[in-house]
């Protein structure tokens, strides 16, 4: 039986973070100023989390897929990580396959319908409010057949559709039938993901904190450092960031800390198993 963490909704409302620097032309989904998403840290625990003997973090590096040479120095990473892989970029299929071979975990980065609108290259797929349950399938298929080796799915954006009960009914059905977890990213405190995922009788996890929304160096250290006490402090923590050569650069830095503080580095695949 899954060990289900408390929940505690937030209202965090929506900012639009940066995200690393599109490479001109049609804006990708990574471009400054279009990631939707709030910077402060998340609402409480994961959900479905084993316990384990050890305080663990789960890093998360999202948006990848659309910057091959960016994308691949993440592949380099000495600790686990978990890649969150956007479909139909120019190295999505290839940068899942590549950190699976790494043995890292894959998500496919949904790309879901938000509160506004965003134009960040991936408005003609996204999953929308109002879908058939047949429409949803054949989007998502499509979508996890160019990032293999998925294990998981996680949102990116989504702030209209996470909170929309029936939307995520259909959505974590989808996701049960193809033995997928979830992943909330939390881009909007009315979020109904992780509740509707439970009910789907899926493993499920809430983001705690993002780590780079705002990239200057000594407030990502301060991130880091809330992000190590959380994992003390109830076991694990699920950390975001953005997969920017800046934050790369940074966060190995930090690196150190983890056995400093007796923190081990999992999968998110791992956390919701307790392995690792």
Not at 89 to 105: C, L, N
Not at 188 to 209: E, H, Q, W
Not at 244 to 256: C, E, G, N, W, Y
């Amino acid at each position: 039986m899954l060990f289900i963490g408390l929940l505690v909704y937030l209202p965090l409302g929506e900012n639009a973070g940066p995200a690393g620097a599109s490479s001109g032309g049609a804006l990708s989904p990574f471009s400054p100023g279009l990631r939707e998403h709030p910077g402060g840290k998340g609402a409480s625990s994961p959900a479905g989390v084993r316990p384990g003997p050890h305080p663990r973090i789960a890093i998360v590096v999202d948006d990848l897929g659309y910057e091959p040479a960016r994308d691949a120095a993440w592949l380099q990473f000495p600790e686990k990580i978990t890649f969150a892989v956007i479909p139909f970029g120019p190295s999505s299929r290839k940068i899942a396959k590549s950190a699976h071979e790494r043995g890292f975990s894959v998500l496919l980065h949904v790309p879901m319908e938000p509160d506004g609108q965003v134009n960040d290259g991936t408005s003609g797929f996204r999953l929308r409010r109002g879908m058939s349950g047949a429409e949803m399938e054949e989007l998502f298929s499509r979508m996890l057949q160019d990032v293999p080796f998925a294990v998981g799915a996680s949102n990116h954006m989504g702030s209209a559709f996470t909170a929309d009960p029936e939307a995520m009914s259909l959505y974590t059905a989808m996701l049960k039938e193809k033995g997928l977890f979830l992943l909330d990213s939390v881009t909007t405190g009315r979020s109904v993901a992780v509740a509707s995922a439970l009910r789907a009788g899926i493993p499920a996890a809430k983001r705690d904190l993002f780590l780079d929304v705002d990239p200057d160096p000594e407030v990502m250290r301060r991130r880091w450092a809330e992000a190590l006490s959380l994992a003390k402090e109830k076991g694990f923590a699920v950390l975001l960031c953005h997969g920017r050569a800046d934050t790369l650069q940074v966060i190995q830095r930090f690196l150190p800390d983890l056995d400093a503080e007796g923190i081990r580095a999992v999968t998110l695949a791992e956390l919701l198993s307790g392995s690792g």
